[in-house]
């Protein structure tokens, strides 16, 4: 019998966009079909594939682009904002890997969902929004946006004033039966886009919120709820370092989920970036997955085949 293992694969921002670059359209293009022909070498060698996408730089174009154009066209809401990524990146994901199987002669669907991932209402987030999202703004335009919309307003370290939202835990992906019975019929399904579109269960009616989901935690959710074997959050730099950034950088080939944890406790990775990324993978181990990995985007099969890259595994 041949063993087929389950495989989530979160793609990054630079999957779309990468660094110094405007995301001209054909540039996006670019950068997705590179990141397919990574996909397209794991599909190649028989694993099942789930994908799921970041969506930070491109949330961000649409939020300004409703503000900016307010005046004419009415602007909507974040969830809805997320769902138009997801139908964005979803189909140039499509597109860029269809085409590379289709070169390589695989003959496969690849199907982008629409994906709502719960959240619970009374999570601290709500009461403490951390996650910067949209324009900058001069302080007096914050302050007087924070008056006529209600939304808080901070000073960004990156250089002026934006809109924070909060970040909540997701607890469970809606869509998640649909997408099990589409893996195994053989579909290359892509899901869980931008962390999911927030929605928080009401009065037994489910109802979008104004809130943004860290998409490596709903990756894992997704991995989890499916019973992946493997999560594979694909980014832009080697692996898990130690001492990142300093003289003393380290890249940590391998932990058990023990020392990963230890690790993330004593603040080794910071949040927003590598911190939800080692504690997705914590977590999926926790939950049962077999091996969790973090590596560069273009060296992803080198990765999951433990040629590079950081592994997590069961202690
Ligand atoms: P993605 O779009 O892939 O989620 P992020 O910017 O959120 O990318 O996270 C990747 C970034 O995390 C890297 O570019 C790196 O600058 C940063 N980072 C912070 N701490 C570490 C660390 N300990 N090891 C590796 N990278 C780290
Ligand atoms: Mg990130």
């Known amino acids: 019998m041949i063993l ?4 989530v694969i979160a793609l990054g921002g630079n999957a779309f966009l990468r660094k110094g670059q405007r995301g001209v359209v054909d540039e996006q293009w670019d950068n ?8 397209a070498d794991i599909v190649e060698k028989g694993y099942r594939v789930i994908l799921t996408h ?43 890997l269809h085409n590379e199987l289709m070169r390589r002669g695989i003959n ?28 900058y703004y001069t302080k007096e335009e914050a302050q007087e946006i924070a008056i006529k919309k209600g939304w808080i307003m901070r000073l960004d370290p990156r250089g002026g004033w934006r809109r924070v939202v909060p970040s909540p835990n997701p607890i469970d992906n809606l869509e998640v039966e649909a997408i099990k019975k589409l893996v195994n019929e053989g579909y290359i399904v892509i899901a869980s886009g931008g962390g999911g579109i927030p929605v928080i269960k009401e009065n037994k009616e489910f ?10 935690l709903a990756s894992e959710v997704l991995a989890t709820k499916l019973g992946a074997d493997y999560l594979v959050i694909l980014t832009d730099v080697d692996g898990v370092m ?23 406790k004593a603040g080794h990775f910071p949040p927003g970036s590598m911190g939800p990324k080692v504690l997705a993978c914590i977590r999926f181990i926790k939950h049962g997955g077999e091996k969790a990995f973090i590596g560069h985007l273009y060296k992803a099969l080198d990765t999951l085949e433990e040629r590079s890259g950081t592994v997590i595994l069961p202690d």
């Open 207 to 216: 109802r979008g919120v104004e809130a943004v989901i860290d998409k490596d």
């Open 108 to 135: 496969r669907v690849v199907l982008p969902i629409i994906n709502r991932v719960l959240v619970d209402k009374y999570d601290s987030a709500f009461r403490n929004p951390t996650k910067y999202i949209g324009p």
């Open 54 to 96: 970041g969506n930070g730089p491109q949330v961000g174009n649409i939020l300004e682009w409703m503000e900016a154009l307010a005046y004419k066209i009415p602007p909507l809401t974040m969830d809805i904002a997320n769902a138009m990524t997801q139908g964005w990146l979803g189909y140039m994901i499509q597109q860029a």
């Open 242 to 264: 130690l001492n990142y950034g300093k003289p003393s950088q380290k890249l940590l080939r391998k932990l058990t989920v023990s020392e990963a944890e230890k690790l993330y």
């Open 4 to 7: 087929v293992k389950v495989v």
């Open 32 to 39: 997705v079909s590179k990141a397919m022909k990574q996909v």
